[in-house]
């Protein structure tokens, strides 16, 4: 894709797809054959048994994986992204995120900015930490955060490029009622703009949800 053509703050056409989509992780299996598409404007949940493989699904959809059997095709204003460009395209958010404890909240995310190229790092650093209720805690380090705030931090970091593609894993861990009425706004507010989809078995999070995909493996990786 040419980066110039699009720029991931405007773009608001975008589509997931797969077709037969399966992954495993040696004998145990991590998803079973799974088929659907997703056009946006659109909040879609994945739920499924622990170990049916929503976190997989997201890090094949992310980039972050190779499918080891199907497709899992994103589409962005009518172009095909390949999974080495969706980094530019696709905001993600999961439970293993880590940052580094020793910086500040703001420095992580000016480090995260700096990093992907984008034009005015301090904005969008503070406009992320708005959108999600930190920017009191901005000069705080990262050491000192509850594990409700980190999880805040985390969705920051996947707003940070303002993509048209978000995928949240467990987006609700951690967060007191605040937090979620906050988790609930955004992700209406990136629904507006583009393409979300949820991994979780919480019923909060997936009520939130317009369609639904359910992984039916037995789940906890179970052999072939």
Same mark, same amino acid.
């Given at each position: ?13 975008? =589509?997931?797809?797969?077709?037969? %989509? ?7 299996? #991590? ?32 980039? @972050?994986? /190779? =499918? ?24 993600? #958010?999961?439970?293993? @995120? ?10 992580? +995310? ?18 992320? +930490?708005? !959108?999600?209720?930190?920017? =009191? /805690? =901005? ?5 000192? %955060? ?6 805040? +931090? /985390? +969705? ?23 937090? /979620? #009425?906050? %988790?609930? !706004? ?17 019923? !909060? ?12 493996? !037995? ?6």
């Amino acid at each position: 894709m040419n980066a110039a053509l699009v720029s991931p703050a405007t773009v608001t056409a975008a =589509a997931l797809e797969t077709r037969e %989509l399966a992954h495993r992780y040696g004998r145990r299996v #991590a998803i079973e054959p799974v088929s659907f598409r997703l056009d946006a404007p659109v909040i879609a949940a994945v739920t499924g048994p622990n170990g049916s493989g929503k976190t997989t699904l997201l890090k094949i959809a992310a980039g @972050l994986l /190779r =499918a080891g059997r199907g497709t899992c095709a994103l589409a962005v204003a009518g172009r095909d992204v390949p999974p080495s460009e969706r980094r530019r395209w696709v905001g993600y #958010a999961g439970p293993a @995120l880590s940052f580094y404890e020793e910086l500040s909240v703001s420095e992580n +995310l000016t480090f995260v900015a700096e990093t992907r190229g984008l034009e005015a790092p301090a904005r969008a650093v503070g406009e992320a +930490l708005e !959108r999600v209720g930190l920017a =009191a /805690r =901005a000069a705080d380090r990262v050491a000192a %955060l509850s594990s409700g705030m980190v999880q805040r +931090l /985390r +969705l920051a970091f996947a707003l940070l490029h303002r993509p048209p593609v978000l995928l949240l894993d467990e987006p609700g861990s951690h967060l007191d009622d605040e937090g /979620r #009425a906050m %988790l609930a !706004r955004v992700i209406g507010e990136e629904r507006r703009a583009g393409l979300v989809l949820i991994a979780t078995n919480d019923e !909060r999070e997936w009520r939130l949800a317009e369609q639904r995909i359910e992984l039916r493996g !037995r789940g906890l990786g179970h052999p072939a």
